[in-house]
């Protein structure tokens, strides 16, 4: 199986576990892709930018901020909101109308953070909607969403967790996945979480923020 989106290289994990041939290639590469959704799960989001900018919709009860999943970038964003309640977001904010946050993601200690919100301009002419009188999301944002590129931290902790699961593929369980154990795997390794809890997220974020 090929290396989908994985936080670290073949070379670099075999490097990592001391194998120079190719016998174990396919495995290692399971381990690589299980390890990276692992983290993911246990992260509550992805380091990987998805390449093409796509629309998610969210609920806020900020008329000016809505948290949104991370943004690798502000190139293809658009902010757009339903404001009468029919499903079509007919009203799309100009970029001169809000701020992507946080303005200084490296101060925050988390190496590759992009964007985890929007807020816009008080004194400005646009306003989330808030109030509503059916379930429908009212806010529709087109983003490039992920991280723009791996955090160290996170390749360090793939190739530490890829070594686990590759040693773990003669047991009854094999490579688990990201279920439960998958995340379990993760908290279980003090040394992989000391690395990723900086990037922990919280709840998600399509409920209200």
Known sequence: ??????????????????ISDSNDDSELEDA??????????????????????????????NRYK???????????LVVKYDDDEDGVYET?????????LPLNGE?????????????LFTDGSF???????????AIQITANWGFAAVPEPIR?????????????RNTPLGIAGVGEFGVLAVRQNRQITRMIDPYRRGELVHGIA
């Open 92 to 100: 799309t904010v100009p970029s001169t109308d809000f701020l992507l």
């Open 32 to 61: 690589i892709n299980s390890a990276s959704r692992q983290i993911d799960a246990y992260c509550g989001r992805q380091f990987y930018a998805d390449g093409a900018a796509t629309a998610k919709v969210y609920r806020t009860s």
């Open 107 to 119: 101060s925050f200690g988390i190496e590759g953070l992009g964007f985890t919100s929007i807020e």
């Open 66 to 76: 809505v948290v949104v999943d991370d943004i690798s970038t502000a190139t293809g």
């Open 156 to 168: 360090q902790a793939t190739n530490l967790l890829s070594s686990e699961n590759f040693a773990m």
């Open 1 to 18: 199986m090929a290396i989908v989106n994985g936080y670290t290289t073949l070379s670099e994990l075999k490097s990592f576990v001391n």
């Open 127 to 137: 306003q989330f909607p808030t109030t509503k009188t059916n379930n429908r999301a």
